[in-house]
C-alpha cells in the first residue's frame, strides 16, 4: 500500500473513532456561561439572523458575559468560530415543532438541533487528532504515531475538552493543523489553518512564525498565502464591527493581561488545581521529547517551543488565567496537541526501552483515570456544591493539595450514582435518568 494511502486510511480510521468516542462522551448539555453565551449567539444567528442575545440580560446580570453595543442589543464577548459553526450545525439539525431545549431558561426552540450543535467539540477534537497522527508520522513510525494520539486523544484533558463546547478545541484542532502544513511544507496549507484559528482565538497568532518559517523555507514566492491570514483578521475585526461598532472592540472591557505573571506561570504549571501535567501528566513526556525532537530536526522543533512558551506566557498574564468555572487548564487546551507532537520522539523510546514504556504506561494511566472521574460526575457540580457552601474557599481549589479541584472530585466518588454520569448519550443507554 502506497504512503499516501496509509495516510487515507490511517486518518479516517483516526478521524471516525475519536468522533464517535468524543461524540457518544460528549456532556450534551451547557455547563458554564461562556458556553451558553455561545451557544445563544449561534441560535440566534442561525434562526433570527442576528448576533444579539438580549434574552440573556438575566445572564449578563450575574456574570460579565459581554456588552451592549451602540444599537443597544447586547452581544456576546467570545470569538466567531463555534458561533459560526453552532449556526450551521443547528440550521441544519434543528426540527419544526420540536420540543425546545431548556438551560435555566429556553435557549433554542429546537431540541435536537440543540443536542447536535452541542456535540460541536467531537468534531474538532477528532480533527485535531486526525492531524495529529499524520504529523507524527512525518518522523517516526506508525505505531508511535498511534501511541501518541492515544496517548494525548484519551489521557490527556483533550478529551475532557472535546466533551463541551469552549472554544480552545477548535483553536487547538486548527492549530495543529497549521502545524501540519508548515512540517510538510505547504504555506497555503499553513495560513489558511491559521487564520481559521484566529476566529477561535486570537491568541493564536503567537503562531506567526510558523508560517514565516515555511514561506522562507519554499521561498518568497509564496508569500502571497500571508493574505488569507490577513482575510482571518479581517473577518475577526468586522466581527467585532458589527457587534460593538468597532474593529478591535471585542466586548471584554477593562478584562485584559493584567494578572501578576509570576503567580499565572506557576498556577498553569505547578498549582495542584489547575496545573496542566495535573490534568494531563502524558505531556510531562514532552520535556525530555523535545530535546530529542531538536537533536533531530532543530528548527521546527524550536518554532514549537517557542510558541508553546509564547502562548503561557499570554494566558499567564490574562487577569482569569485559571479558566474561571472550568475543569483542567482550559485556556491552555490549544497548545495540548502541539505538546503531544513533541512527546513523541520519547514515546519512540517506549519500543526499545522498559523503564521508558514503564513511564509512559505509568502517566498514561494516570491520565486515562484522571478523564475517567470527570466523566462519572460533573466536576462542576461537585465545585459550586463545596464552594457555594462556604466549606471550601475558591482559592483552595487551585493552590491546596487538599481542596484542589481533582481532591473533591475524588472525595465525591462514595456518593456516586449512575444518573451522575456525565455523558447524555451514556445515560441515556445505560440508565433511566431524565435529561
Same mark, same amino acid.
Given at each position: ?27 450534551? *448539555? ?10 445563544? #449567539? ?9 448576533? !444579539? ?28 468560530? $463555534? ?5 450551521? =450545525? ?43 497522527? &499524520?504529523?507524527?508520522?512525518?518522523? %517516526? ?20 475538552? +472535546?466533551?463541551?463546547?469552549? +472554544? ?35 491568541? $493564536?497568532?503567537? /503562531?506567526?512564525?510558523? @508560517? ?11 508569500? +502571497? ?7 482571518? /483578521? ?27 505573571? @509570576? ?13 496542566? %501535567? ?30 508553546? !512558551? ?16 472550568? @475543569? ?9 496537541? =502541539?505538546?503531544?507532537?513533541? #512527546? ?8 526499545? $526501552? ?5 513511564? /509512559? ?31 471550601? *474557599?475558591?482559592?483552595?481549589? &487551585?493552590?491546596?493539595?487538599? $481542596? ?32
Amino acid at each position: 500500500m502506497s504512503l499516501r494511502r496509509q495516510y487515507l486510511v490511517a486518518g479516517s480510521l483516526c478521524f471516525v473513532f475519536f468522533l464517535s468516542f468524543y461524540g457518544v462522551t460528549a456532556r450534551g *448539555k451547557l455547563q458554564a456561561s461562556d458556553e451558553a453565551a455561545v451557544f445563544a #449567539t449561534g441560535v440566534s444567528l442561525a434562526t433570527r439572523g442576528h448576533l !444579539a442575545i438580549d434574552d440573556f440580560q438575566w445572564l449578563q446580570d450575574r456574570v460579565n458575559i459581554g456588552e451592549r453595543g451602540p444599537d443597544g442589543h447586547l452581544y456576546a464577548k467570545y470569538f466567531p468560530g $463555534n458561533v459560526f459553526a453552532i449556526a450551521l =450545525v443547528y440550521r441544519l439539525t434543528a426540527r419544526p415543532n420540536d420540543q425546545p431545549y431548556v438551560w435555566v431558561a429556553e435557549m433554542a426552540p429546537s431540541a435536537t438541533g440543540a443536542r447536535w450543535a452541542l456535540r460541536l467539540n467531537a468534531l474538532w477534537g477528532a480533527l485535531g487528532m486526525t492531524f495529529l497522527l &499524520i504529523l507524527v508520522r512525518r518522523y %517516526f513510525t506508525w505505531r508511535t504515531a498511534v501511541l501518541t494520539v492515544v496517548l494525548v486523544g484519551l489521557c490527556s484533558d483533550w478529551w475532557y475538552q +472535546s466533551r463541551g463546547l469552549f +472554544s480552545e478545541v477548535g483553536a487547538g484542532a486548527f492549530l495543529i493543523a497549521s502545524l501540519f502544513g508548515a512540517f510538510y511544507d505547504r504555506p497555503f496549507w499553513t495560513s489558511t489553518a491559521l487564520a481559521v484559528s484566529l476566529l477561535f482565538r486570537p491568541t $493564536n497568532l503567537v /503562531a506567526l512564525p510558523i @508560517w514565516i518559517a515555511t514561506v522562507w523555507r519554499k521561498g518568497w514566492k509564496t508569500l +502571497s498565502s500571508g493574505a488569507v491570514i490577513v482575510l482571518g /483578521a479581517l473577518i475577526l475585526a468586522l466581527y467585532n464591527r458589527a457587534r460593538f461598532g468597532s474593529l478591535i472592540a471585542f466586548g471584554y472591557g477593562r478584562e485584559g493581561f493584567d494578572a501578576p505573571l @509570576w503567580r499565572g506561570l506557576y498556577g498553569i504549571l505547578l498549582s495542584p488545581g489547575r496545573s496542566i %501535567f495535573v490534568y494531563s501528566p502524558v505531556l510531562l513526556l514532552a520535556v525530555p521529547g523535545a530535546w530529542l525532537f531538536y537533536k533531530r530536526e532543530k528548527g521546527l522543533p524550536i518554532l514549537c517551543l517557542v510558541m508553546v !512558551a509564547s502562548y503561557i506566557i499570554a494566558v499567564a498574564a490574562w487577569h482569569s488565567w485559571d479558566g474561571g468555572l472550568s @475543569w483542567g487548564s482550559r485556556l491552555i487546551t490549544p497548545i495540548l496537541p =502541539v505538546l503531544g507532537l513533541l #512527546t513523541a520522539p520519547a514515546l519512540e523510546y517506549v519500543w526499545r $526501552n522498559k523503564w521508558t514504556g514503564s513511564a /509512559a504506561f505509568g502517566l498514561g494511566l494516570i491520565g486515562l483515570t484522571i478523564q475517567v472521574l470527570a466523566l462519572l460526575r460533573d466536576p462542576t457540580h461537585v465545585l459550586i456544591d463545596r464552594v457555594a457552601s462556604d466549606e471550601v *474557599k475558591y482559592e483552595e481549589t &487551585i493552590y491546596s493539595v487538599r $481542596n484542589c479541584w481533582l481532591s473533591l472530585q475524588v472525595r465525591a466518588l462514595p456518593r456516586w450514582q449512575p444518573c451522575d454520569l456525565d455523558s447524555s448519550t451514556l445515560r441515556h443507554l445505560l440508565t433511566h435518568c431524565p435529561d
